[in-house]
C-alpha cells in the first residue's frame, strides 16, 4: 500500500483526507487515520513516515479496520502500519 496525503481539509472528524493506493493498481480508497504505533518504529522514524505521507507518499504493510462509533455518519477507516518504509536519498 502506499499512504499520500490528498490536500482534503476537514474542520470536523472523521476527515477522509489519506489515499490509500494498491501499488502497481488502479485502486483507491481513502482513510480517514493512519496508527503507525504497530510498527516498533523510534520517534523519529514515525516523524519521517508521517512526513512521507504529506511529500512523495509512504510504502506501508498493513490493514484497513473501520472502527464504529455511537454514530454511523462519524465512521472511522483507520490504516493500521505493521511495517513501513522510508526512502533512502542517494548522495
Not at 499520500?4 to 485502486?27: A, G, M, W, Y
Not at 520517534?43 to 508521517?50: E, G, H, S, V, Y
Not at 511529500?55 to 462519524?74: C, M, R, S, Y
Request: proline share 3%; with cysteine.
Amino acid at each position: 500500500m502506499a499512504l499520500k496525503d490528498n490536500d482534503i481539509r476537514c474542520i470536523t472528524t472523521p476527515c477522509f483526507s489519506t489515499d490509500n493506493l494498491v501499488l502497481n493498481k488502479p485502486k483507491i480508497s481513502q482513510v480517514s487515520s493512519i496508527d503507525l504505533s504497530q510498527t516498533s518504529a523510534t520517534q523519529k522514524q514515525l516523524d519521517a513516515a508521517t512526513s512521507e505521507i504529506f511529500g512523495k507518499g509512504l510504502i506501508a504493510v498493513g490493514k484497513t479496520e473501520v472502527v464504529e462509533n455511537v454514530d454511523p455518519i462519524k465512521r472511522d477507516t483507520k490504516f493500521v502500519a505493521t511495517q513501513f518504509y522510508l526512502r533512502v536519498e542517494a548522495n
